[in-house]
């Protein structure tokens, strides 16, 4: 009977490995895994979730299953022989604490490259546009005609963020009131937007398609609801697009009241979008 | 010197002599006998007690906030059975300001009222003494009152639901400036005020509790109990304590910088011309990265603070059930020790995505892969330890089993996000929220659950029913992984946390039936707990009565009667050799005592036998 409980327990701890590889292995089947990247640099990200998966899943099966292992074959009622009365091994605890230290500092340099090209080596280049978040949606700014941001020919615009594809892309993010994370989970992109400071976040698209934008970051009651959709679209199209928008807005403003009139233009793109 | 100095002293010394005799007075009985005896008590076994029950009781409520999160995030905006009719604006739906109080309050809960007071508070208080030697703690009305300064903590924390707005809704991070402007969210208002002045009092506990462990370690050890014999415990809660005493100061001091900028104008954590659902903010000049910095460099400290205490506990109960020595015990304690001083050094983890210098985050990234260092050479001493054992499966130790096996999945976990360009992709998704509540419940609450089923005997005199113990860790650890293992692929697609409604993005719309899952698991393993609650009260009074040792332990607390009475110790217990001297060859009995004295006869036989 002892021996019988011994050998339960050990087993439902060996079901921690096998159900634990089982759900990684059989989610993909199911789509729960990562979504559709369209995005130059989310393949070294990927690749790097990869990579730690597999070292750490052959860790996780290591340590799991000698546990299991120690547990089956230790279990008192097995009547073993004599206790291992040992206090421990210099040499053991030298190779455990090497082999992991080099690991992980494998992996710290082996990454900062990636690190570096998503968040630190920023093109050269003028916003492509200015991104504001604000409860509960995403204000955004296109340069007019001059190219310059900031200017009374801004496009302003709500939710509805165009780009073009195989182009550098340079976005001003900004915050109007509260922390908010501009996330895009099919470019591998996530930066929290930061009231009172801007924040330069870049990427190129590769494919065409309409995604999402998730606010990562708690920004209030509204937080669920702060959605807005990316498309990437070639660069005529885009300049098309582009050209659409600017006459809308020209049509419902004069020109010289464009700058003053923006919260209504807005809110006007809001109405439209819904 | 002369005699007259020498007589100087002595009168000196005369007046005390009545004054200590005070001690032995007559008890005064009734109310105020029971009011020092069991209220406000000075004994640490009664103030650990008291922490016990009070984090109990808040582990019940926090699991309850906990369902009503999950049921939001598996049937959104559907009725909520029973609790519906309370508190719900329309029908019985939730509103999305509730969920959004609901789960801050859950973390809040958990962490401030929960996981830090039952690691340092409960068993902190009940065990020190007992297992170094003492009779009480350094300081007792200090300790005291460290249990009395929760008080304000729970009304602050209680009262803040009725308030209006509701309890505080910005996070258990209360990033402004969501926090600091009242004009936010509905419980920017009074409900994060009072969640600050609860946090305070938290930290004014913390601190006092802290001081007092530090100084009974250091200078309360009995005769022969140097500090490399010291159990695994006590290491964990001495450096739990430093590690309070350094990082506490920041986040009281943090709170009180929020606390002016929300009631008195100040502007720490404010921009120049913050607008908030069109308000004004009145001040402004500061920078709500500070908040960040100042939060995290307390509450990085504190993940370890709401671990390291279970990791000396399970490595204690580990060794007790597999009859054998620790592993590698110095290594055990210089890892304790490397996880707190890079603990210090790790906090802008946190804030790879805040905006702050990417730069800076390489830093942050180098340490906290080092980081992962000492928690893979424990991980690795926990096994070398059953490694040749003769393991007794008892519910302690497959909670405490449970415990090493679940780390280790938490442990790993880390390892991604600390990668951080992978931390891009995962960063306040699910898999961020698998990995703590692997490392928190999964890991120090089945740590928790260990060492009440081991020191139940100890405080009750009584021991816990073994059976219901198992069909409680059985369950509770089937149920914990069908909530938590799952949120990790959840993770891997990129579902948000804190979103009451995710399933409007094309990206997470399939998601729903793998969130119910997680939803029916989580209520099975709070409706588990209701076996563990029947079996801590039944056994408290009808439980089997147990001796002074009945796990046939190593350390000081074993050789007190259980439960100890007033002072601990009927004897002066004298320490003659470490904590895990078990199975020694020689040894007819398969443990030798801490206080059992060397016999000469028996060492002689050993060489003998060589």
């Known amino acids: 009977m002892k021996r019988l409980s011994g050998l339960f327990w050990s087993i439902l701890f060996l079901l921690v490995p096998v159900l634990g590889v089982a759900t990684f292995a059989v989610a993909p089947a199911y789509d729960i895994w990562l979504p559709k990247d369209v995005s130059e640099h989310g393949a070294a ?99 007019g005609r001059d190219g310059m941001l900031g200017t009374p020919d801004d496009l302003h615009l709500v939710n509805d963020l165009h780009l073009p594809i195989d182009e550098d892309i340079l976005v001003q993010l900004k915050s109007m009131d509260v922390l908010h994370s501009f996330f895009l989970p099919n470019v591998r992109i996530k930066q929290d937007a930061v009231p009172g400071m801007k924040i330069p976040v870049w990427f190129k698209a590769r494919e065409e398609g309409v995604f999402d934008i998730v606010c990562a970051e ?47 233009s807005a809110d006007k793109e809001l109405l439209a979008s819904r | 010197m002369s005699t007259a100095d020498s007589t100087a002293t002595s009168v000196q010394h005369a ?16 109310l105020s006998t029971f009011l020092s005896t069991y209220v406000f008590s000075k004994d640490h076994k009664v103030i650990g007690l008291q922490f016990l029950f009070s984090t109990l009781l808040w582990f019940l409520v926090g699991g309850l906030l906990a369902l009503a999160v999950r049921w939001q995030v598996a049937w959104p905006w559907s009725d909520v059975p029973v609790l519906g009719k309370l508190f719900a604006q329309q029908g019985g739906q939730m509103a999305p300001e509730f969920y959004t109080m609901l789960f801050t309050m859950h973390a809040t809960v958990m962490i401030f009222l929960v996981i830090i007071p039952v690691l340092a508070g409960a068993f902190g208080n009940f065990l020190i003494p007992l297992m170094i030697g003492a009779d009480d703690m350094a300081f007792p009305t200090l300790n005291m009152l460290s249990y009395w300064f929760m008080w304000p903590a729970f009304i602050a924390f209680s009262a803040s639901f009725f308030v209006e707005g509701g309890a505080a809704s910005s996070g258990w991070t209360s990033y402004p400036t969501l926090s600091t402007n009242v004009n936010s969210s509905p419980g920017s208002g009074w409900g994060q005020t009072l969640w600050l002045v609860g946090l305070t009092f938290v930290g004014v506990s913390s601190m006092l509790g802290s001081v007092n462990y530090m100084t009974t370690i250091i200078l309360m050890r009995a005769p022969g109990m140097t500090m490399f014999r010291l159990p695994m415990t006590i290491w964990a809660m001495f450096i739990t304590a430093v590690l309070q005493a350094f990082a506490l100061p920041v986040l009281t001091a943090a709170g009180f910088m929020q ?21 004004v903010a009145t001040a402004g000049g500061g920078q709500p990265l500070l908040w960040q910095h100042l939060f995290w460099f307390y ?23 597999a009859r054998k020595p620790l592993f590698g015990y110095r290594p055990m304690v210089y890892s304790v020790a490397g996880i707190a001083g890079l603990g210090f050094i790790v906090w802008g983890h ?28 424990k991980t690795f001493n926990w096994l070398g330890t059953i490694w040749g054992g003769k393991i007794q499966f008892t519910t302690s130790m497959l909670f405490a089993l449970s415990f090493v096996s679940m780390f280790i999945i938490g442990g790993l976990s880390g390892i991604f996000m600390a990668a951080t360009p992978v931390d891009i992709f995962i960063h306040d998704t699910y898999f961020i929220v698998a990995h703590f509540h692997y490392v928190l419940f999964a890991g120090t609450a089945m740590g928790v659950w260990a060492a009440i089923y081991f020191w139940f005997p100890k405080m009750f005199g009584r021991t816990m029913n073994e059976f219901w113990g198992k069909v409680h860790f059985f369950l509770t650890f089937i149920f914990l992984n069908g909530t938590f293992f799952t949120m990790h692929i959840l993770g891997a697609v990129g579902f948000p946390r804190r979103l009451a409604d995710a399933y409007h993005y094309e990206t997470f719309h399939h998601l729903q039936p793998l969130n119910a899952f997680m939803t029916y698991c989580a209520i099975g393993m709070v409706a588990t707990q209701i076996i563990f609650a029947v079996n801590f009260f039944w056994s408290m009074f009808f439980g089997p009565v147990a001796g002074r040792n009945p796990w046939n332990a190593n350390t000081l607390e074993w050789t007190a009667p259980s439960p100890p009475g007033h002072g601990n110790f009927d004897y002066q217990p004298v320490v003659y050799r470490g904590p895990y001297e078990y199975s020694v060859p020689g040894v007819e009995q398969d443990h030798l005592m801490q206080t059992d004295p060397p016999n000469p006869e028996a060492a002689a036989a050993a060489a003998a036998a060589h």
Not at chain 2, 15 to 27: K, Y
Request: aromatic fraction near 12%.
């Open chain 2, 15 to 30: 007046p005390h002599a009545p004054e200590t005799g005070h001690h032995q007075a007559a008890p005064q009985g009734g």
């Open chain 2, 259 to 279: 606390l002016f900028d929300r009631t008195l104008g100040t502007g720490f954590f404010t921009p120049e011309g913050n607008i908030v659902n069109n308000a």
């Open chain 2, 299 to 321: 509450s990085h400290p504190a993940v370890y603070i709401m671990i390291l205490p279970a990791m000396g506990m399970v490595s204690d109960i580990l060794t007790c059930f």
């Open chain 1, 218 to 264: 708690l920004c209030g009651w509204g937080h669920y609801k702060m959605k807005g959709r990316v498309t990437f679209e070639s660069r005529e199209a885009f300049d098309r697009w582009l050209e659409r928008k600017y006459a809308e807005q020209e049509a419902t403003q004069p020109e010289s009241t464009a700058a003053v009139a923006v919260g209504q």
């Open chain 1, 45 to 143: 990200v990927d690749g790097l979730f990869y990579f730690i998966l597999g070292l750490t899943g052959v860790v996780f099966i290591a340590t799991e299953v000698v546990l299991f292992w120690f547990l089956w074959k230790y279990d008192e009622s097995k009547g073993n022989g004599p206790v291992k009365y040992v206090h421990g091994s210099h040499t053991l605890e030298v190779v455990w604490t090497i082999i992991p230290a080099a690991v992980l500092l494998f992996i710290s340099i082996y990454q900062m490259n990636t690190w570096a090209d998503v968040k630190m080596r920023r093109p050269d280049m003028a916003p492509t546009v200015e991104v504001i978040g604000r409860q509960f949606e995403w204000r955004l700014r296109y340069p």
């Open chain 2, 350 to 377: 946190h804030m790879f995505m805040s905006g702050m210098n990417p730069a800076l985050g390489v830093t942050f990234m180098v340490s906290t892969m080092m980081i992962a260092l000492p928690s893979a050479v």
